[in-house]
């Protein structure tokens, strides 16, 4: 795909109407699926995707297509804090791996995020699906939640007292969430499906309390009702129903990070068997239909025209997928690229990242311009005339301009990436900078192999010509790599890769290069 640009004239019609809108501001709807690969999206993969996405491929044909868009991590946690605070997460003291269900809060509550930047300058802020940021949970005996011994030995055995199964105080007051970082109101749960505890939350109060073991991979406590087939549709009914019941002068912000395709692949009975491909294929189209169900409920109360949507993932598609046979059926998560969910290549970070607004966005527009999902904070800025201070958003530009067709201005002359087990990589322009031996991640060969075959110390790719990453030139342009490792390293180092930022990277150790400098 190449970028779609608009005639001058075009443009111009276009920037006055993003005015016009920003001066009604526009709602926005930003849905975040879990471990939905690039290639999943059928109208982002039609010769080598098997699974139908008619929802997803919509917000494509009626708004924008990015096809170089990338999360700021190769997993989870550290994707979801750069999307809230517009910062890579390796500033942080996450470092590598994800956060559990019990663990402590990442962001801190006096930092700027998404939704405290919007609530601050007149949005209603909702979030309705899965943290995985960190929660403060209280505990009845004062040490860090956990889970109890020999839960394994308590599932499927039915109620037994709290205290048996973890130390969490049931009754207490959530703190250092979501309604303490901007959101005036939260639903969902704690962290993935196959993390406990499983027990819903709402706004700071546990919906229950956890005394019944379950296991949906891990075990843990659990609240009688909660199974994990039925969650999607659950937090499908209160986005459609805040939307359908919204009363209020105010444009509001959805945040809605869903825990799906993600494990346990657990496609509700409706959708089972639907994709001919198997519970994947099937749990992605359930996941479509939730898309659909937002996007229509918008439609029925009259507020498309002015509200964003934007639909992304938060990395690439996870082996647990079962890659061989989903392509026995011609179905490539991953689409053209090399890697998966974890890896430091493009299968691991770039993902769908579809965009409409209709009073703006011209549809069926596509761009190739090199974006991040920690942009967000910056385009919300933008979209209502606003300055971000000098220590928000250490890593985020505006992509506002994009929608219109127009060139963007960005300060930094490229991203970063960073796979599971903190390996990092540069991109600038066509050139792919990756400082690990192997995949950085999970997908052969991993860094202790590709070290056992002699592999160069690091990689180089030119992704225009070799997209699929296959052919590493690391050692044919030195001074491109230098000129690369140069500027990787003063972004990282320097606490900010936006210019006039005036930052620093909290008190933590980065190790740029993990698997050895040469």
Known sequence: MTKKYLPAAWAALFVGMVATASAAAPNIVYILCDDLGYGDVQCLNPERGKIATPNMDKIAAEGMTFTDAHTTSSVCTPTRYGIITGRYNWRSKLQVHVLDGYGLPLIPTDRMTVPSFLKENGYNTAMI?????????????????????????????????????????????????????????????????????????????????????????????????????????????????????????????????????????VPSKTWQGKSGIGKYGDFVMQTDDVVGQVIQALED????????????????????????????????????????????????????????????????????????????????????????????????????????GGETAFSRKGLVHHSVSGHFAYRQGKWKLCLAKGSGGWTAPNEKAAAKKGSPVAQLYDLEADPGEQNNVYAEYPEVVEQMLAQLTDYVYSGASVEGKVSKNDDVEIILWKSGEQ
């Not at 993935?192 to 073991?213: K, M």
């Not at 509200?307 to 647990?320: P, Q, R």
């Not at 989903?326 to 990242?353: C, N, Q, T, Y």
Request: net charge negative; hydrophobic share 35%; proline share 8%.
């Open 129 to 265: 699906g899965k943290w995985h940021l960190g929660l403060g949970i209280a505990t009845t005996d004062g040490k860090p939640a956990k889970p109890a011994g020999g839960l394994k030995q308590k599932i499927g055995k039915g109620a037994f007292p709290p205290s048996e199964l973890s130390n969490i105080d049931w009754a207490a007051t959530i703190e250092g969430g979501p309604v303490d970082l901007g959101f005036d109101s939260w639903f969902g749960i704690t962290a993935s499906l196959d993390f406990p505890p499983y027990v819903w939350i709402r706004d700071r109060n546990w919906q229950g309390e956890g005394t019944y073991a379950k296991a949906f991979h891990r075990p843990g406590p659990a609240s009688e009702d909660f199974e994990a087939i039925d969650v999607l549709d659950k937090l499908t009914a209160e986005a459609v129903n805040f939307i359908t019941d919204y009363d209020s002068p105010k444009p509001f912000f959805i945040y809605m990070p869903l825990p799906s395709p993600h494990t346990p692949i």
């Open 301 to 404: 109360r009259g507020l498309s025209e002015n509200t964003l949507v934007i639909f992304t993932s938060d990395n690439g598609c996870s082996k647990a997928a079962n890659f061989k046979n989903l392509e026995s059926h011609g179905h490539f998560a991953s689409a053209h690229m090399r890697g998966s969910k974890a890896d430091i290549w493009d299968g691991g970070h770039r993902v769908p990242f579809l965009v409409k607004w209709p009073s703006v966005i011209e549809a069926g527009s596509v761009s190739d311009e090199l974006t991040c999902q920690s942009d967000l904070l910056a385009t919300c800025a933008e979209l209502l005339g606003k300055q971000l201070p000098a220590n928000a958003g250490e890593d985020s530009e505006s992509i506002l301009p994009v929608f219109t």
